[in-house]
């Protein structure tokens, strides 16, 4: 069966320091891959999907940015967090186009201070 | 993609069925309707999805109108652990990234 990791499951880090934030599938191949980040009391916001190694789609413009480095892990990064970016970070995997579930992991719940 | 209008909150004593509404009437002809569900602090879980059909699994049941305009998700027997936010997303399904968006849901409260 497949399952979706995520880590850290929370961190606090200060405004300005670097991020990165690790989702990895098993069980499946060629996976779609998504982050979305929740802000407190708010709906889901996709931030950016892969439909492969090392292509990456970005929905919003911000100072976040993805990477796939393998098959089956999506790295999100930020080179200096701003205190806009705590929220709860969630990745999902689909199993590709024609396919209509998308199967979340975790979730990273991320303090900026 | 067709825009979707649901309650913010409803709630539902335990073992009753629970109903949820959601109105998406400019949806277009190739659009599915999903229903996921997301308990407090966990990542969203798949419920069901259909096109024109009711459908149903060991989950819930799906009701689209005729029309397709809206749709309902019957949760049968409701229990304290199905108390989440509930969204309903309506989508062209086969695109590229299937890309999902989740807007604010309807908070179903299931009370003892």
């Known amino acids: 069966s497949q399952t979706i990791h995520q880590w850290p499951a929370t961190l606090v880090q200060p405004v300005g320091s670097p991020l990165s934030l690790e989702c990895t599938v098993e069980?499946?191949?060629?996976?779609?891959l998504y982050w979305y980040r929740q802000a407190a009391g708010r709906g889901l916001q996709l931030l950016f999907y892969?439909?492969?190694?090392?292509?990456i789609s970005s929905e919003v413009p911000q100072n976040l940015s993805a990477s796939r480095p393998q098959d089956r892990q999506f790295i999100l990064s930020s080179k200096k967090l701003l205190l806009s970016d705590s929220g709860f970070y969630l990745c999902?995997?689909?199993?590709?186009?024609?396919?209509?579930?998308?199967?979340f992991g975790p979730g990273t719940r991320l303090t900026v201070t | 993609d067709a825009k979707t209008t649901q309650p913010t909150s409803m709630d539902c004593a335990e073992g009753r069925a629970a109903n949820l509404p959601c109105n998406h009437s400019?949806?277009?002809?190739?659009?599915?309707v999903y229903w996921y569900r997301q308990i407090h602090s966990q990542g969203p879980q798949y419920i069901i999805h259909?096109?024109?059909n009711n459908e149903t699994n060991e989950m819930a049941s799906l009701i689209i109108t005729e029309d397709r305009k809206s749709s309902t998700l019957i949760l049968p027997h409701a229990t304290l652990r199905d108390t989440a936010v509930y969204y309903c997303?309506?989508?062209?399904?086969?695109?590229?990234?299937?890309?999902?968006?989740f807007g604010g849901g309807t908070r179903l409260m299931v009370k003892p």
């Open positions: 400019t949806i277009s002809g190739n659009e599915y």
């Open positions: 999902a995997w689909s199993a590709g186009p024609g396919t209509y579930e998308q199967y």
């Open positions: 892969s439909v492969g190694i090392g292509q």
């Open positions: 259909g096109l024109k």
């Open positions: 997303i309506v989508r062209v399904g086969g695109n590229a990234g299937n890309m999902l968006t």
């Open positions: 069980g499946t191949s060629n996976p779609n």
